[in-house]
DNA sequence: GTCTATACTCGGATAGAC
DNA sequence: GTCTATCCGAGTATAGAC
């Protein structure tokens, strides 16, 4: 019960590595081949192990997919954090973060079964008894606040419209993100990061375009 | 086969009543007591029939939900369309449309069931061969239309930015209606109307505030 | 640690009586 | 038209062999 145990429940230092690489295969094969209410069994195969041998590494299908999602952040982070000290996830506090949030969305488009598999979650979660309901709310405040900041920054130095004030502006950017990716998956011709950028540039007051 | 069937499969004008009957008891169960993945099962006991007899009326319970869907739509239509000739579903293109989708926009915080509903619909419906799939494009395109319309015309009294043209604005207030639908699920705390009616302001060029 | 096999549950669909 | 009863498939979870 006191002793050291860093991965998630009952699982000791061997098992975490194993655990993080079958998240890293996990996550490669539902960017590839797309998530269409995956279940265990179709995960694990495509993972190289039955479905008793990887929810042997998971509690449940739940606790599984919510840890790919958490994987996901973790390496889009490590990806899109250049110089990192101990940033909040999933973004660092930094500058240039428009432009840096407009690549990760392009990124997105480049990987639907992740997309498809955060909103699906996303809705399932909103049941405040949902195993992932605690991850989201975290998350999505998390980024706010680093989005909060930056806009702030930007209102100070006069670039950005002060008609709103930098919370809301974040939960709006946040929400066109969300919504954009839904309206992408449905219809993938959707410019997602187009479509966000034209909304910086018009709350932004002066000329300048960001750069895509 | 060539006789008027204006229900869907197989329903002759007897049964599409009851059809209607189902769907408005659906709708106000749906709102009342939300949807949490329901089964047919549940909804048909809480309609006030066996699952079997509920699925009397519908081929699949994709179908079943689906309908449901539109048939909201359809009240919603009725009740903030006042004058309305055949206007396109599911807004007139009427010229207040601004303060009578924020109207709607607080409506829907009352029936958070219906919002979980189509919140859930719209991410699966993204599989092309999801029965819902053209629904939710024909739905999202209409939407998109009517506020394009009304959008190009405040933009043309100089009321409205045109820092960014009136269909990728309308995505915009489509995808931010849809993303803080999903916030507000999982923080119930938050102001759809008023984050939504805040951004429509930063966006318009005259001072005059949209009235909440 | 990983597998095979199985138990169990749930939910949708269908057959058939009334 | 509506019910009861049943079937069937899917999917998760678990037991137990290796």
């Known amino acids: 019960m006191a002793q050291a145990q860093q991965g998630r429940r009952g699982s000791y230092a061997k098992g975490i590595a194993k655990r993080?690489?079958?998240?890293?295969?996990?996550?490669?094969?539902?960017?590839?081949?797309?998530?269409?209410?995956?279940?265990?069994?179709?995960?694990a195969e495509a993972v190289g192990l039955s479905q008793a041998g990887l929810l042997h590494y998971f509690d449940s299908k739940e606790e599984l997919f919510t840890e790919i999602l958490r994987k996901r952040d973790e390496?889009?982070?490590?990806?899109y954090a250049p110089a990192d000290g101990p940033a909040?996830?999933?973004?660092?506090?930094?500058?240039?973060?428009?432009?840096?949030y407009l690549?990760?969305?392009?990124?997105?488009?480049?990987?639907?079964?992740?997309?498809?598999?955060f909103s699906?979650?996303?809705?399932?979660?909103?049941d405040p008894s949902h195993p992932a309901h605690a991850f989201f709310l975290g998350r999505s405040a998390a980024l706010r606040a680093v989005f909060a900041e930056a806009l702030t920054k930007l209102q100070d130095d006069g670039r950005l419209t002060t008609a709103i004030d930098a919370d809301t502006l974040a939960?709006?950017?946040?929400?066109?993100?969300?919504?954009?990716?839904?309206?992408?998956?449905?219809d993938p011709d959707v410019d997602m990061a187009g479509t966000m950028s034209a909304l910086f540039d018009a709350l932004s007051t002066t000329p300048t375009q960001t750069q895509r």
Chains 1, 2 share one sequence.
């Open 75 to 79: 390496v889009d982070l490590a990806h």
């Open 120 to 126: 699906r979650m996303a809705v399932d979660a909103a």
């Open 103 to 117: 690549e990760l969305i392009r990124h997105n488009a480049e990987v639907p079964g992740l997309v498809q598999l």
């Open 171 to 186: 939960r709006i950017f946040q929400a066109v993100a969300d919504g954009l990716q839904v309206q992408w998956m449905q």
């Open 20 to 43: 993080e690489e079958i998240l890293e295969r996990a996550l490669e094969v539902i960017a590839r081949e797309g998530y269409r209410g995956a279940s265990v069994k179709e995960l």
């Open 88 to 100: 909040a996830p999933p973004f660092p506090a930094d500058l240039d973060l428009i432009p840096t």
